[in-house]
């Protein structure tokens, strides 16, 4: 028994086209309809048969679909639900992918209060974006958060956790609140940083563009992966999750300035004993499987 | 022939053990010493077989040598040098691999006033410490930056540059100076902000570690990756080179605050701009095969 018999997906990028394939693999017999308000992005998905019908309009891709799954800019998704809501099937349920779940679920909530809402977001991506970015082993052994609202059917959230499953996910249900406050740290923080530092880094007189580029391998380059990032989505991402994104730079901020005054007045312990601390996080992270163990994310194959 | 023919290692952790095993690649006749401090470096050393001699003083190790490289944290460089001037031929060239140059260039000189140095340091690395974590490609493709102070003699400087070359790196001359400030943006400061990450995200009561470690994929374990690195290294790292990193530092936390001030007001324009701009400096990096053009380092090897 399938989770899901027929699944649309509204919007093709990196993570809508991840899901197609990985809902091709995983459950070949489920029927697949997809949407891209890009046409560019609806001929490339056509020509790569990830969905058995591409619809031309939202409202074409949902008129039989058990399940939606909105995968657009977290700022996009009220109008997105807003043109699809015509067409909806009454007893379809509708989930996402966005980085910021508090946000979302009001939007949704607002464009479409008679049906089922669960909102969910695969901790998972890359630096690439569009409908060929995507592959069918993106959601492996990554965690996948639910945050259905108070009075969600249970039954429900069980389905969508299923599905979940099967695409390779491991899934947790927590609030959209407390969601953000964890994706802020997580997530959202680390690409605020790497886009900051890429930018002080272009704005310099006295290093050249050229050097910043010629001795990224000290570090800087790791950065730069996440600060090549999907704009849209990160735009987005900030403006829907600002509480808890400003929450946490704040606490970073302080940290920072803390060390820099570690720096000045030449306290070596107090900078010896914070990097000795941060080494067990990367253990800890390695160990559980959420990242690669060989030394620099094995980009040398040594 | 060979740059030279008498290679002493002192200092036998990732780079030291890293430069060993590129010599008897790419220069199989060279003759190899080698020290380090820890008795037990010194045993694993010896059970590699990385040198042909590990002598159980600094002073033993380079009696003979021609070139002799410290590769040992730059605040230890001034005491290493001491301990080895007595024994030091008075035409061997004396060089090592730190991350900051103007300050080990003073404490070499003051050590051992009466012999050539030039000071070099490859941008390469790993995340990880000791003898066992070397490798014999580490350096290949990647810059090593030599920094001589004014009046070397030209033909020692080609003489190191081609022992480089051998090793597979590709070779910078600048002034001490100027690295120190291009080091501070490109590895430096990277490595201050992740540190600093790691730490914040350590110390949050709204967070457990345990939720910070599953939704590591979020953006988060890139950074702990870097935050895994030596902290010894990098606490002299930070106290050698004070003003550049804090010059630095100060930019970043301005362009961090403007950010800072584009979230709060929900001016998104900004945040675009920014985040379209960034991906730029990652497509340099990939072109010159200063990264792995895989998505995610390549670490999934999808």
């Keep these: 028994m399938l989770p899901f018999a027929r699944i649309s997906i509204i919007g093709l990028g990196l993570l809508g086209s991840s899901i197609a394939r990985a809902v091709r693999e995983a459950m070949p017999n489920a029927a697949l309809s997809g949407y891209d308000s890009d046409s560019e992005t609806r001929e490339t998905a056509r020509a790569?048969?990830?969905?058995?019908?591409?619809?031309?309009?939202?409202?074409?891709?949902?008129?039989?679909?058990?399940?939606?799954?909105?995968?657009?800019?977290?700022?996009?998704?009220?109008?997105?639900?807003?043109?699809?809501?015509?067409?909806?099937?009454?007893?379809?349920l509708i989930s996402d992918v966005g980085s910021?779940?508090?946000?979302?679920?009001?939007?949704?909530?607002?464009?479409?209060p008679n049906h089922a809402i669960i909102p969910a977001?695969?901790?998972?991506?890359?630096?690439?974006?569009g409908p060929e970015a995507g592959f069918a082993s993106l959601f492996h052994n990554r965690w996948c958060i639910l945050t259905p609202p108070e009075g969600s059917d249970a039954a429900k959230v069980a389905q969508l956790q299923a599905f979940w499953e099967k695409l390779g996910a491991n899934v947790e249900v927590m609030e959209a609140e407390h969601h953000d406050l964890v994706l802020a740290i997580t997530s959202h923080l680390p690409h605020l940083i790497a886009y900051t530092i890429v930018g002080t880094a272009s704005d310099l007189e006295s290093v050249t563009q050229s050097e910043v580029i010629k001795y990224s391998a000290g570090?800087?380059?790791?950065?730069?992966?996440?600060?090549?990032s999907d704009p849209t989505m990160w735009r987005d991402v900030f403006l829907t999750n600002k509480d808890a994104v400003l929450e946490m730079l704040q606490r970073f901020s302080e940290d920072l300035t803390a060390l820099q005054r570690a720096i000045r007045?030449?306290?070596?312990?107090?900078?010896?004993?914070?990097?000795?601390?941060?080494?067990?996080?990367?253990?800890?992270?390695?160990?559980?499987?959420?990242?690669?163990?060989r030394p620099d994310f094995g980009r040398a194959d040594h």
């Design 100 to 112: 910021s779940k508090a946000n979302v679920l009001a939007a949704l909530t607002a464009a479409l």
């Design 265 to 293: 007045w030449g306290d070596g312990d107090a900078l010896f004993n914070l990097f000795t601390r941060t080494r067990a996080v990367r253990r800890s992270i390695i160990e559980q499987g959420q990242d690669d163990e």
């Design 219 to 228: 570090g800087f380059r790791d950065f730069t992966r996440i600060a090549a």
């Design 121 to 129: 977001h695969p901790v998972a991506g890359t630096e690439r974006s």
């Design 48 to 92: 790569l048969g990830l969905v058995d019908d591409i619809s031309d309009t939202p409202g074409a891709a949902v008129t039989d679909a058990d399940l939606v799954i909105l995968c657009v800019p977290v700022g996009a998704m009220g109008a997105v639900a807003v043109s699809i809501a015509a067409d909806l099937p009454a007893e379809a």
